[in-house]
């Protein structure tokens, strides 16, 4: 069985086409600037075949045609014929509190999603697009949705409710949805199975730590709370995001500034985190880079993410009661030792204790827990296409049932 997993956004669309025997990726890539000027896409096969090409794409289903081209034809051809795609599975990155599982889709699918891109603008839109387009290349195979929201699901109501009028949630649903959640299951769940115990016996902190960040305690393989809010703006400082922020801000700043409306969201969403923190960089390797030169903002940016990551473990391992493992994910999480040096230092009270020596280490799987320390702490790189492959097969198989985690 041979699955396409699909990430739209806006403007790009992400792939990757696996093998579901052995759960292999045949080849991945991405079409970029999608409808606009300088469109291009990116091929990589299993066997190390890697092309970039200039290519004119107008909208999504123009990008669709031209990587089932990429698969089928020339030397980064995996498939002979589209027919040999059996499913496509779609990352969706709100379905809010209307999906507690990946589904597959139809029509009132897709409504619903529709329905929550007034809450998710520069995502939902586009995944419906992505959908479309792969009806339209693909014909009636199944197509699976898997949301970025439905692992907190499980979260009670003491955390996921904002203490705000009540109405608001009643009347608009404002509360907390948490993201993030397909990495969150995927690397909680390999945690389980590295530490060689039943998931529901073990407390997890899972920090996924990349341009979006967000942390969630996993009690029992269940996700209780998480730092992401009603949308992905909240929770940690991020790489241009500013994270939670007291409220009054808004009204201060725009009676100092004269800002309103979206330029709230530009601020929040494109300026703030690390970037604006720093006034150099989103990206944490320019931030660790500049720090380590000497850069005072870099420094202090790079120090307040460690103490807000170090400040999120502390209270979701109060939250249950202790912590058996905390796993480091993300492009900053797998690849940061500074940051998870950072994070894990003077916390001996909750039984963390790492390896300097293999934390320098780096690769998918890396166990930084030093000797005789109680709680676990890896680093595990997360695969959010493999749960989407493997929720559409699962999908696939029951054809109607809702796929568990
Ligand atoms: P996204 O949230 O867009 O998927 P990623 O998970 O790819 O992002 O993470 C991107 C972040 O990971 C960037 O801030 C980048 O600087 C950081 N990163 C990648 N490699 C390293 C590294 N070697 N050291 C520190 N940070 C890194």
Do not use: W
Request: proline share 3%.
């Amino acid at each position: 069985m041979k699955i396409l997993v699909i990430n739209c956004g806006s403007s790009s669309l992400k792939y990757q086409l696996i093998d579901m025997e052995g759960e292999k990726v045949l080849c991945k890539g991405n079409c970029e600037r999608i409808g606009i000027p300088g469109s291009k896409i990116t091929h990589k096969t299993a066997d190390g075949y890697q092309v970039e090409r200039d290519a004119s794409f107008a909208n999504h289903t123009e990008a669709f045609a031209m990587l089932v081209d990429m698969m089928t034809k020339g030397d980064g051809a995996v498939i002979s014929d589209v027919k040999e795609i059996n499913a496509v599975g779609h990352r969706v990155a709100h379905g809010a509190d209307m999906f507690p599982h990946s589904c597959l889709v139809d029509e009132e699918v897709i409504a619903k999603i529709d329905s929550l891109s007034e809450i998710a603008p520069l995502h939902n839109p586009a995944h419906i697009q992505g959908i479309r387009a792969a009806q339209r290349i693909f014909g009636d195979i199944p197509q699976a949705v898997v949301f970025d929201t439905s692992f907190h699901h499980s979260m009670p109501s003491k955390a996921y409710m904002f203490a705000i009028p009540y109405n608001y949630y009643k009347e608009y649903h404002i509360r907390r949805y948490g993201f993030h959640g397909t990495s969150h299951r995927y690397v909680s769940k390999k945690c389980a199975e590295i530490m060689g115990r039943p998931i529901e016996s073990l407390k997890i902190i899972t920090c996924h730590l990349g341009n979006g960040s967000s942390i969630t305690a996993v009690d029992g393989g269940r996700s209780v709370d998480t730092t992401m809010g009603f949308t992905p703006t909240g929770g940690l400082m991020m790489g241009t995001r500013s994270g939670d922020l007291d409220p009054s801000l808004v009204t201060f700043i725009a009676e100092k500034t004269g800002l309103h409306g979206n330029e709230f969201l530009r601020t929040f969403n494109e300026q703030s985190g690390l970037l604006g923190v720093s006034a150099i960089s989103s990206d944490a390797r320019d931030i660790e880079k500049a720090a380590s030169l000497g850069n005072e903002n870099a420094a202090l940016a790079q120090n307040m993410l460690c103490y807000q990551i170090k400040k999120y473990i502390g209270s979701y391992a109060a939250v249950m009661n202790g912590v058996d493992a905390i796993v480091f994910t993300g492009g900053i999480g797998e690849n940061s030792s500074t940051v998870r040096e950072t994070v894990c230092q003077d916390m001996d009270y909750l039984g963390v204790k790492i390896d300097l020596e293999q934390n320098k280490k780096r690769g998918d799987f890396i166990d930084l827990t030093a000797e005789g320390a109680k709680t676990k702490v890896f680093v595990i790189a997360t695969n959010e296409e493999l749960m989407i492959a493997r929720d559409t097969l699962a999908l696939c198989g029951k054809m109607s049932q809702p796929a568990e985690g």
